[in-house]
């Protein structure tokens, strides 16, 4: 038989932030799914779909990117990361995600109007 108090009881401590946004980031990617097989050459549907996928999946890691480097931000010593540093970093993440995107999203719209 049990004795009262043996037992761990669940704790009332938020998760971390850099845990929830790792589990975030994993639920989004596991939704989000792999990228459809492009069988034989490529149309401007496949290329189209490609560029959707991999918004939906740099999203995720966007959203992570920034999460990771916030709280590192915020625990590095005065002056090692400043957040004007963080969001320099953030926004050349967006901008690689944009172009690569747009990149995709003009492919598919030449190759359709070919």
């Known amino acids: 038989m049990a004795q009262?108090?043996?037992f761990?009881?669940?704790s009332a401590a938020p998760m971390p932030v850099i845990k929830a946004a790792h589990y975030t980031l994993i639920a989004k990617l596991i939704e989000t799914g792999e990228a459809d097989r492009i069988v034989g050459v490529?149309?401007?549907?496949?290329i189209r779909d490609r560029a959707e996928h991999l918004r939906?999946?740099?999203s995720a890691v966007g959203t992570y990117v920034d999460a990771i480097l916030d709280d590192t931000s915020y625990n590095a010593p005065l002056g090692t990361l400043s957040p004007s540093k963080v969001k320099d970093l953030v926004?050349?993440?967006?901008d690689l995600v944009s172009d690569t995107i747009g990149t995709l999203n003009t492919a598919s719209i030449d190759l359709e109007a070919a």
């Open 56 to 58: 939906d999946v740099l």
């Open 91 to 94: 926004n050349g993440f967006k």
């Open 42 to 46: 490529a149309d401007h549907i496949d």
């Open 8 to 10: 761990p009881t669940m």
């Open 4 to 6: 009262a108090g043996r």
